[in-house]
């Protein structure tokens, strides 16, 4: 667990999901929370929030399984509420992956952004993680892969 400037990144209770979507609204809806909510608890994804002054307000997911490189873990569904962004939130919640990933005897985390998601390459280049080849067509989206060591 990690605690930063009343930043709190654990793993959610399922009655937080609904406010956790208030939160990320519009951008991300409570079918798409409740869908990474399921893939969690089969073991698909590890599924983690953020919490800043008792307030759900961030969220990103992890999976050892679909698509991983090897020796690599995973980031997905990075998403904050438009109006916690820019205070740290992010980063907090890209350290404990970072975090998982060195205790779990891994040497890299990749993940996928969008081409035109210039404030996400914007974060995860200032974290060191860097561009593998070209885009690539992931989920119908032109998306970068990214990686960073470890």
Request: a negative charge.
């Given at each position: 667990?990690?605690?930063?400037?009343?930043?709190?990144?654990?793993?959610?209770?399922?009655?937080?999901?609904a406010?956790?979507?208030a939160?990320?609204?519009?951008?991300?809806?409570?079918?798409?929370?409740?869908?990474?909510w399921?893939?969690?608890?089969?073991?698909f994804?590890?599924?983690?929030?953020?919490?800043?002054?008792?307030?759900?307000?961030?969220?990103v997911?992890?999976?050892?399984?679909?698509?991983?490189?090897?020796?690599?873990?995973?980031?997905?569904?990075?998403?904050?509420?438009?109006?916690?962004?820019r205070?740290?939130?992010?980063?907090?919640?890209?350290?404990?992956?970072?975090?998982?990933?060195?205790?779990?005897?891994?040497?890299?985390?990749?993940?996928?952004?969008?081409?035109?998601?210039?404030?996400?390459?914007?974060?995860?280049?200032?974290?060191?993680?860097?561009?593998?080849?070209?885009?690539?067509?992931?989920?119908?989206?032109l998306?970068?892969?990214?990686?960073?060591?470890?």
């Amino acid at each position: 667990m990690l605690c930063s400037l009343n930043i709190i990144i654990r793993c959610p209770d399922e009655d937080e999901i609904a406010n956790l979507a208030a939160n990320l609204s519009p951008e991300v809806m409570i079918d798409q929370l409740n869908q990474r909510w399921k893939e969690h608890l089969k073991g698909f994804r590890n599924m983690l929030i953020a919490e800043l002054d008792g307030e759900v307000v961030g969220t990103v997911s992890t999976t050892s399984l679909l698509y991983q490189l090897p020796n690599s873990l995973r980031l997905l569904a990075l998403d904050l509420g438009p109006k916690f962004r820019r205070r740290g939130i992010g980063t907090a919640l890209m350290e404990e992956v970072e975090h998982r990933a060195r205790r779990e005897g891994l040497q890299s985390v990749n993940l996928e952004v969008g081409v035109d998601n210039d404030a996400g390459i914007r974060l995860y280049e200032q974290r060191g993680y860097e561009r593998v080849g070209n885009p690539r067509w992931v989920v119908g989206d032109l998306a970068w892969i990214m990686i960073k060591a470890v």
